[in-house]
């Protein structure tokens, strides 16, 4: 059974740092891209940063770049996303995604979120 269980949100003020974590269990985690996509009230759900099977490439969003830090440690089948300097516009629901595709087939899961509220 596949399953990514995200953790490591809150509440934190302005300019304050939280880390995110993603477990994952039921499939071959380090064949598969890994992402951090966020979904704020009202707002569509869009790609924070993504990291590939090997833990060598990353991308991030524009708005988080020189911010958040995405890695993985495919040891312990685990994606963590570091966020730093942030701010009320952060405040978003987080989901882990795992995604693979093999020609034809495309295996997508996603995690059940984490909620990240910047306030003071």
């Known amino acids: 059974q596949v399953q990514l269980v995200e953790s490591g949100g809150g509440l934190v003020q302005p300019g304050g740092s939280l880390r995110l974590s993603c477990a994952a269990s039921g499939f071959t985690f380090s064949a598969y891209a890994m992402s951090w996509y966020r979904q704020a009230p009202g707002k569509e759900r869009e790609l924070v940063a993504g990291?590939?099977?090997?833990?060598?490439?990353?991308n991030y969003a524009d708005s988080v770049k020189g911010r958040f830090t995405i890695s993985r440690d495919n040891a312990k089948k685990s994606v963590y996303l570091q966020m730093n300097s942030l701010t009320p516009d952060d405040t978003a629901v987080y989901y882990c995604?795992?995604?693979?595709?093999?020609?034809?087939?495309?295996?997508?899961?996603w995690g059940q979120g984490t909620q990240v509220t910047v306030s003071s």
């Open positions: 995604n795992a995604y693979y595709r093999l020609l034809r087939s495309v295996f997508d899961y």
């Open positions: 990291i590939t099977g090997d833990g060598r490439i990353t």
